[in-house]
């Protein structure tokens, strides 16, 4: 059974700032979902990663396959990006996700 | 854009009734999950679907539950007998292909609360 873990657990930085939120993994995976919850409750998708770095806007998505590890980036840090950000790991197929606890992240004007 | 659509948002039941809890796929897509989400914990897998039958569930998804797509649009998830201990966020999410190449489109999920 994969087991996923994030860090840090909570976050607070100001406007502009970059941020790093991390996760690995025990077991080797097919691909490695990050995805983004708003306080309403809603999850949206941001990346879907099985090797290397992907980028969309301010968000990278790097993955270190070897170490099990990836980081979800954020550059130029806005409010609107405050929401909880969570990996989850997929053995691929029709297999369930195995999701992280997630990040709580405060942006702050 | 497609969307997940869910039904209801929010369900207010008495234990030990039964629920339906139903979800509108994106389309084309093959592969159909739920996801259930106690207040203040992480996001858990209960089960995919694929081909008109169950491809994988986890422990949780025990006898109480079931699932079904009866007129190959929706898909429900069914909780009988449903106890204190199912109050929780169920969210519905479809796929093209395999979660290990494609990216998943999650529902805005329904609010369970069982009384």
């Known amino acids: 059974k994969n087991e996923v873990e994030q860090s840090p657990q909570n976050l607070t930085a100001q406007e502009g700032e970059f941020i790093t939120i991390n996760c690995s993994y025990s077991?080797?995976?097919?691909?490695l979902h990050w995805l983004q919850q708003h306080p309403g409750g809603g999850i949206v998708s941001l990346f879907m990663?099985?090797?290397g770095k992907k980028k969309h806007g301010r968000l990278i998505a790097t993955i270190n396959i070897q170490e099990k590890h990836s980081s979800l980036h954020i550059t130029a840090s806005h409010p609107r990006d405050s929401a909880v950000y969570i990996c989850?790991?997929?053995?691929?197929?029709?297999?369930?996700?195995?999701f992280g606890k997630g990040t709580h992240l405060i942006i702050q004007p | 854009e497609p969307e997940v659509t869910q039904t209801p948002s929010h369900q207010v039941t008495q234990m030990g009734q039964e629920v339906i809890l139903r979800c509108v796929p994106i389309?084309?897509?093959?592969?159909f999950y739920w996801y259930r989400q106690i207040l203040g914990q992480k996001v858990e897998f209960l089960v995919s679907?694929?081909?008109?039958?169950?491809?994988?569930k986890s422990e949780i998804f025990d006898d109480q539950f079931s699932v079904e797509r009866p007129d190959g649009s929706n898909f429900t998830l069914k909780i009988r007998s449903t106890k204190l201990e199912d109050s929780a966020m169920y969210f519905c999410?479809?796929?093209?292909?395999?979660?290990?190449?494609?990216?998943?489109?999650f529902g805005a999920g329904s609010r369970l609360t069982v009384l």
């Open positions: 990663l099985s090797s």
């Open positions: 077991v080797g995976i097919s691909a």
């Open positions: 989850a790991a997929s053995g691929g197929g029709a297999d369930g996700l195995t």
């Open positions: 999410a479809s796929v093209p292909g395999s979660t290990g190449a494609n990216v998943l489109t």
């Open positions: 679907f694929y081909n008109n039958e169950i491809s994988e």
């Open positions: 389309s084309n897509h093959l592969y």
